[in-house]
Every structure is written in C-alpha cells, then in structure tokens.
Nanobody, 131 residues
C-alpha cells in the first residue's frame, strides 16, 4: 500500500510564497509520475503540476500556475514538493498530492489514470491566500 501525507499549507498574503511537501511511504517501486492537484469550494479538483519519475523528471504545469509554481521531488527521501510563489487569492484551495503507480506510455493527466495504473491520494492541505 502507498501512503501520502501533505504538509506546509496555511495562510499567506497575496504576492507571498508557500512551500508544500508530500511524504510518500510504502511500496513505491513502480511509481510512474507524481502530481499536485487542488480543489476550491464549489469547483472540481484539477491538476496543477506533474513530474515524471523517469526520463529526467519531465514536468508539466497548468496554465494557471505556470511560471509561479514549481514541482520537484527528492527520490531518496521519497518527498514531493510544490513551491508556490506570487500567490493570488484565486490560489485558495485544498491542495492534494498524488502518486500514480503502474506502467504504460499514456501521459499523466487530470483525468482517471489508464487501466494499468493506480493513483493514490493524500488527505490534502489547505492553502488560504488573503488579498
């Protein structure tokens, strides 16, 4: 089983910075990619950033956070990070980390994973940005 625990959320003023962390434990040998999602009240959960564990750690960002947020990982420590800079009020949401385990060539996306992969979720950490 795989367990993910987020930390680092809290309150921050607009224009400020915050760093989220995600500790991963369990059998993560077949991890294909990891990512950060967020869900604001009344909205669906959406993908913010993805990092692939192989291939040099290729990253993907949603347009809404490109240039402001950075995803990174420390494989030795089994940690995933999200550095959030120049935050805005619309960044207020519950933030979740996710790990997708399995194989195949289909890219990691915000939708359901392909049949040969399984996605695991953390419990979420709240980020509130005040203007």
């Amino acid at each position: 089983q795989v367990r993910l625990v987020e930390s680092g959320g809290g309150s921050v003023q607009a224009g400020g910075s915050l760093r989220l962390s995600c500790a991963v434990s369990g059998n993560t040998y077949s991890t294909y990619c990891m990512g950060w999602f967020r869900q604001a009240p009344g909205k669906e959960r959406g993908l913010l950033a993805t990092i692939y564990t192989g291939g040099g750690g290729t990253t993907y960002y949603a347009d809404s956070v490109k240039g402001r947020f950075t995803i990174s990982q420390d494989n030795a420590k089994k940690m995933l990070f999200l550095q959030m800079n120049s935050v805005k009020a619309e960044d207020t949401a519950m933030y979740y980390c996710a790990a997708e385990l399995g194989w195949g060539r289909a890219p990691c996306s915000g939708g359901d994973p392909p049949p040969n992969r399984t996605r695991y979720w953390g419990q979420g950490t709240q980020v509130t940005v005040s203007s």
